[in-house]
């Protein structure tokens, strides 16, 4: 009885998520191993047009007997994934021998300068960006509850819903914002160039990367403020006021009565900063296009979009998956204990 | 622009009381069932998908889709092994390549010859693959160059008809003009844009993209090297945040006077003389992109954006043809006239609507019609910036990009197996 009843409670909550996360990433993982490539043959064509004829050769694909193009479809195995982590080394090699580059020094260059791993950079970043955001998002959040805490009543509604701007608007909007105050004739470059401080923003890595994690802070900052807040609201008066009596300073009543009540809603916005974080896409794609800041979620989006392999793209999609549970570990662990050992 | 913008805003709002009242030379026709289109979101497509509305009644709706997604959508939708969920969709040369290689292209000959007069079609609105109508092109673009006819005019320069030409121009402009640190403003954005200068340099310098009648890589010989070394040697004239600077930002660096002449699209020739936006109006000049090398030909390439209707379709191929030549009609081109550079005749291009004309009289080829070119693309627009931060070589980097075009056209099964004899 008690558990048909959970069971028809839980039963369409299960059923959507079978239906919109379970099932999704079951085809990208059935996609990431499998390829289908077109049958073509060779034709030479002419083209006219709005400008003057042109013969083309081109591929085109074949037809079938109904008139269908045709494909051919099969499994490879794990290879787009050696092939986006870039352990492809012979493909990668076969492929530099049969595009022989500009004779003399190019192919000993290219030999002596390693070829470039656009994975590992972009994993890099995508960590870099992660980590660096997330203190400053967790103390600035804080810092902006407390604060908040203290202002007086009337005032609070009207400072909470201009804290609130950033996280409301769109992230492409607001990553355009901060390209706009940046970059040539931006505001701030032109306010920084009057007193004589000149920097180009888009042209170095560190100052790429800044804007970017700049924006990130910017843009989750509100929601880091607003849980915070919400749970400042909780916090027992009764254990703040026999702190007070037994002469507890301000820091000493933050350090061992408010901080401890926040904890568990600490590690939430950690753990949905990092989740939210390890995807990072709107700023890379607004702001830089990937130059010095390329994100693994912005190569799934090149892989996809621009090298229009949704084979290829699914790979890159489940190692992103990977990266953030393997990011995730540790504090689902610590969730997992609390709630186990926690009561009931 | 004020017109432009104006045009734009019209266009929203005549959308939906137009829709009410259906145009009657769509009305007669008496349609029925549904069209679905799908266009990119730019103002000449928010006029034309107004037209296109107009031929809504009770019994027939039409909408139409304005998204900056149009390729992904319209590859997924024409590539479904269902039907396509729509009839007929906008695109640029380049994804028409593709469709056409993909052989996923309904051939529109006979209803061109049944309704060409009705509608006026024009022959070289016809994009003709072997004698067959596959597309209908109705507007066109092209890069050419912006100049400051002033600061030329003052200091004495020529306009440039070459890159080397353009660099001294902008050397000597750096020198001499103290409001101008960097002439040069162009499109050096990592990814498509920069690729698409490499695109615009290579031909003009003599190079090919592949090896004769195949899919094989040929961009990374010399011609290819001379291309990166020829974009190196234009950074010292640009601002330093060139490797982020896309259309609306070089546009932005001409409009506000920080830029003194650089290659851009033609759409946005309009904009210079918007006085809301440009600090310049009246002031910038337009020719043909200079040639990579004195006495070639001018570095750019000639698109065309048209129509096409894809093999899957849902079996309206009569009233979605309807649809669409309402929507191209010669009224389409009179009522928008300063919305795009259009193919039809009664075009009357003003002072920036004479790009295609000066690219085409320049010997500008027409953009490259390869379906595995777009691959090719991508890979140079991904690795290309690593040559001009100068962290590899020029060799080393176009190796590494035709390398990994290589790979990726394996996979999309443009070249044969994993190895061929070199």
Redesign the interface.
């Known amino acids: 009885m008690k558990r048909a009843s959970f069971l028809r409670f839980s039963a369409p909550s299960i059923a959507l998520m079978l239906l919109l996360l379970a099932l999704p990433m079951a085809m990208t993982l059935w996609l990431s191993v499998r390829t289908c490539t077109p049958e073509l043959e060779l034709v030479t064509v002419e083209v006219t047009g709005p400008f003057a004829p042109q013969q083309v050769i081109t591929q085109r694909q074949t037809l079938d007997a109904a008139g269908r193009p045709v494909e051919r479809c099969g499994f490879v195995g794990l290879e787009y994934y050696r092939k986006v982590l870039g352990l492809d080394r012979t493909a990668a090699r076969e492929a530099a021998d049969a595009a022989p580059a500009a004779k003399g020094t190019a192919a000993a260059a290219g030999d002596a300068e390693g070829t470039h791993n656009e994975f590992l950079s972009a994993l890099g970043f995508t960590l870099f960006y992660t980590l660096t955001t997330t203190p400053f998002v967790l103390a600035g959040g804080l810092a902006l509850a407390l604060a908040m805490n203290g202002v007086s009543r009337r005032l609070r509604g009207a400072f909470i819903a201009a804290s609130l701007l950033p996280f409301i608007i769109t992230p492409v909007v607001g990553a355009l914002a901060i390209k706009w105050l940046f970059r040539d004739n931006g505001l701030v470059s032109s306010l920084l160039a009057e007193v004589g401080v000149q920097i180009f923003w888009m042209a170095q890595a560190w100052s790429a990367r800044l804007l970017i994690v700049v924006y990130g802070i910017w843009h989750v900052l509100p929601f880091a403020f607003i849980v915070f807040y919400a749970g400042l609201q909780g916090v027992p008066q009764d254990s703040l006021e026999a702190a007070t009596l037994d002469g507890a300073s301000r820091w000493q009543k933050l350090r061992y009565v408010t901080l401890p009540h926040l904890a568990p809603l600490v590690v939430f916005v950690t753990l949905i900063h990092l989740m939210d974080a390890y995807r990072v896409f709107e700023p890379v794609l607004v702001l830089t296009k990937g130059a010095f800041t390329g994100s693994v979620q912005y190569l799934t989006y090149t892989l996809l979009l621009e090298e229009n392999n949704p084979y290829k793209a699914s790979a890159a999609a489940v190692l992103t998956l990977l990266g953030i549970a393997v990011l995730l570990v540790p504090l689902l662990r610590r969730t997992w204990r609390e709630q186990r050992g926690g009561p009931g | 622009m004020g017109l432009r913008r104006r045009d734009a805003l019209a266009a929203l709002v005549a959308a939906p009381a137009a829709a009410r009242a259906a145009d009657p030379a769509c009305g007669r026709l008496g349609l029925q069932g549904q069209v679905d289109l799908v266009a990119n979101a730019f103002p000449a497509m928010q006029h034309l998908a107004a037209r296109a509305e107009q031929c809504r009644s009770r019994e027939f709706k039409v909408s139409v889709k304005l998204t900056p997604?149009v390729?992904?959508e319209t590859?997924l939708a024409f590539a479904s092994a269902g039907r396509s969920p729509f009839d007929a969709a906008v695109v640029s040369q380049g994804v028409f390549?593709n469709l056409?290689?993909?052989?996923?292209l309904y051939p529109m000959t006979e209803l061109v010859q049944r309704h060409r007069e009705r509608y006026a079609l024009e022959e070289?609105?016809?994009?003709?693959?072997?004698?067959e109508v596959m597309?209908i092109?109705f507007m066109?673009n092209t890069q050419h160059l912006y100049y400051r006819a002033d600061l030329f005019e003052r200091h004495g320069l020529a306009v440039p008809s070459s890159y080397p030409e353009m660099l001294d121009c902008a050397r000597r402009l750096a020198a001499r003009e103290p409001g101008i640190a960097?002439p040069i403003a162009q499109t050096f954005?990592?990814?498509?844009d920069l690729a698409t200068e490499f695109t615009n340099l290579l031909p003009s310098l003599g190079g090919r993209f592949f090896e004769?009648?195949s899919?094989?890589?040929a961009f990374?010989?010399?011609a290819?090297?001379e291309a990166v070394e020829l974009l190196r040697a234009m950074l010292p004239y640009m601002?330093?945040?060139?490797?982020?600077?896309?259309s609306d930002?070089v546009m932005?660096?001409l409009q506000?006077g920080?830029a003194a002449m650089g290659v851009l699209w033609a759409s946005r020739a309009a904009r210079m003389d918007d006085p809301a936006a440009s600090r310049v109006v009246g002031r910038i000049a337009f020719a043909a992109a200079p040639s990579a090398r004195p006495g070639g030909r001018s570095a750019s390439h000639?698109w065309?954006d048209?129509v096409a209707m894809p093999?899957n379709g849902r079996g309206n191929r009569e009233a979605v043809f309807h649809v669409l030549m309402h929507m191209l009609g010669p009224d389409a081109v009179a009522q928008g006239n300063a919305l795009a550079i259009w193919?039809r005749s009664n075009y009357q291009p003003g002072r920036a609507g004479v790009g295609v004309r000066l690219a085409?009289q320049a010997g500008a080829p027409?953009w490259p019609?390869?379906?595995?070119f777009?691959?090719a693309h991508?890979q140079l627009?991904?690795?290309l910036?690593?040559a001009l931060t100068g962290v590899?070589?020029a060799?080393?980097v176009?190796?590494?990009a035709?390398?990994?075009?290589?790979?990726?056209a394996?996979?999309?099964?443009?070249i044969r197996g994993?190895?061929?004899s070199?």
């Open positions: 997604q390729q992904n590859e390549s056409y290689s993909r052989n996923q070289r609105m016809l994009v003709r693959v072997d004698r597309a092109a066109q960097h954005s990592k990814g498509w004769p009648a899919a094989e890589p990374q010989g010399a290819g090297v601002s330093p945040n060139a490797l982020a600077s896309n930002d932005n660096q506000q920080r000639l065309w048209g093999r193919v085409h027409v019609g390869e379906p595995f777009s691959l991508n627009g991904r690795t910036p690593d590899r070589s060799a080393a176009l190796a590494d035709a390398a990994a075009y290589r790979v990726s394996v996979e999309k099964g443009y994993t190895r061929t070199a």
